[in-house]
């Protein structure tokens, strides 16, 4: 059996149509005179979390029996009202291995068009062409959803596009960090086109065009946390898996110089950062997710339908109405500013993980039992270490080892966080550092650009979703299910998935 909830379509058989001879076959096998049939299209699970179109075909002597099978399921599928009619979707041409337009074209458009969906597809000419596109001129009110086909830089335009026009909508101003951000009404969906596609990845357990078409097709739903990034009072990103400074900001600034490499330029750029192994001085404050139920540390995983999610979701909502009620100023965190704590150090990279980021290249992603939708991120801290350790640490990202038991590696659940480096720290906090590490040291700041002294450079840049982030004092905060995916979160395997 199959569930009405993930058929695709229902096609009327024409014997002339079967290219194949396979409704032929039926009838003859079936020795009568058959007067109809009717082939069902339905999501069919393969192997590690890859969806496929099957079908199969119903002959019928009985054409009025067969008349009224079709229009009952055509029914069934219309009432279903989750599943989208009319669709905006922006295609990257340039991203990943330049295929976007030609993956939409064959493995998609043709997918949506025996599901009856209508597409008003839109291929970008320039950087930030679907951000921009969203903001001022897309007739949101005519879709019931956004998709696009390339990696997590694409999709980052398309929720800077959605969540901007929403704010703006309602007189949000997006400047203000403390202000509570009003969740988008539109789903986005994410073809897999681009270089990592961690985003689509992590929210699917795999990155594969058809998958994720028929998980648009069959209307899934799967709200994600986003995280807001300021500086003072500056609004500068929104990002949802990961942020990333010291190596993956470095990884990343370099491997924009070797863009024409397609997705290599990451294994290139991710060898010399490694060897190159630049640490950064500063302080990093968080807020910890006291009150949410789950650690970074937990054996279980954020899966379909997560329990966790669900919990931490309604008491942060529960807790947002309980403020507004008593008339609060702002509904904001809810936590006292005595909450917040402090580190300073040498760190070789500061890892905010607002999802597991899992990809084809870490499987288990940097932080395996970070949730899509709790309301958190998890902030992993590896300190100064030698490079033979930081080695052993990068390589728990390729296998089954716990990547936090090491030393050097901390890990905490929040709900906001901030990272100031050690040049922009105030007076007197660098006199606290100089007194604290008992050296009259005088700090310089060595540009990266003078590598023959020796010395570390003074700052490293912020990867936020894959984008270089210019300011590298941040102040980063979770907003709790603030957009919606074409997606359900993965999936555990079925009992015919262990079996094929
Ligand atoms: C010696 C063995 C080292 C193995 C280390 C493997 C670690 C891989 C972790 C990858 C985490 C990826 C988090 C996602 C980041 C993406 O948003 C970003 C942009 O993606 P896209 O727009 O699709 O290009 N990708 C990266 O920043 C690449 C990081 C690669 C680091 C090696
Ligand atoms: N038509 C275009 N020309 C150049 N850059 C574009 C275009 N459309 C989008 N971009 C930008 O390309 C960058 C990379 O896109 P992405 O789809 O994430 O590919 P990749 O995964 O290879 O990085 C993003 O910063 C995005 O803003
Ligand atoms: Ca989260």
Not at 18 to 44: H, M, N, P
Request: contains cysteine; hydrophobic residues 35%.
């Amino acid at each position: 059996s199959v569930p009405v909830s993930e058929l695709v379509a229902v096609r009327e058989e024409e014997e002339e149509n079967r290219d194949d001879g396979s409704w032929k076959k039926i009838k003859e096998s079936e020795g009568q005179d058959c007067g109809q049939a009717f082939t069902v299209l339905y999501v069919e699970r393969c192997q590690r979390h890859r969806w496929r179109c099957a079908e199969v075909t119903f002959a019928c002597a009985d054409e009025a029996l067969c008349q009224l099978w079709v229009s009952s399921i055509r029914e069934q599928l219309a009432t279903n009202t989750s599943r989208p009619e009319h669709l905006l979707v922006y295609i990257n041409p340039c991203g990943g291995k330049r295929k976007a337009e030609h993956i939409y074209e064959l493995k998609v458009a043709p997918l949506f068009a025996r599901a009856g969906i209508r597409t008003h597809v839109i291929v970008t000419e320039y950087a930030n062409h679907a951000r921009d596109h969203l903001k001022t001129e897309a007739e949101l009110k005519k879709f019931d959803g956004v998709v696009c086909v390339g990696g997590d830089g694409m999709f980052s335009e398309i929720i800077h596009g959605l969540i901007w026009r929403t704010q703006i909508d309602n007189g949000i101003d997006l400047n203000c960090p403390e202000e509570t951000l009003l969740p988008c009404s539109l789903r986005i969906g994410i073809i897999p086109a681009g270089s990592t596609d961690c985003i689509c990845f992590a929210t699917v357990g795999t990155n594969d065009p058809v998958t994720s078409a028929l998980h648009i097709i069959v209307g899934d739903s799967q709200p994600l946390d986003v995280c807001s990034v300021h500086h003072n009072s500056l609004f500068l990103r929104y990002s949802v898996s990961l942020l990333g400074y010291g190596f993956y900001g470095d990884v990343l600034t370099d491997s924009e110089r070797k863009r024409w490499m397609g997705p290599a330029r990451y294994d290139l750029s991710g060898v010399k950062m490694f060897l190159t192994h630049h640490y950064y001085e500063g302080t990093v404050s968080y807020l910890p997710a006291r009150d949410a139920i789950g650690t970074p540390r937990d054996a279980a995983r954020c899966r379909s339908g997560c329990a966790v999610c669900k919990h931490n979701g309604e008491k942060l909502s529960e807790t947002a109405e309980r403020y507004k009620m008593d008339g609060a100023l702002d509904s904001g965190d809810h936590e006292s500013d005595s909450e917040w704590r402090t580190i300073r150090g040498k760190f070789l990279a500061i890892n905010g993980a607002s999802m597991s980021c899992a990809c084809p290249r870490s499987p288990k992603g940097l932080s395996p039992a970070a949730h899509l939708a709790d309301g958190t991120t998890d902030l992993i801290l590896v300190r100064k270490c030698s490079r033979f350790d930081f080695l052993r640490h990068l390589l728990r990202h390729t296998s089954k080892d716990d990547q936090f038991d090491l030393n050097f590696v901390e890990v905490h659940r929040v709900r906001r966080f901030r990272f100031t480096p050690r040049h922009c720290q105030s007076d007197s906090d660098l006199e606290l550092d100089l007194r604290e590490s008992g050296k009259r040291q005088i700090f310089s700041q060595i540009c990266r650009d003078h590598p023959a002294c020796g010395c570390t450079p003074a700052y490293s840049s912020w990867n936020c979703d894959g984008e270089i982030l210019t300011h590298t004092a941040i102040d980063v905060r979770v907003h709790c299910q603030l957009i919606k995916l074409f997606a359900r979160g993965i999936e555990e395997p079925t009992v015919f998935e262990d079996l094929a």
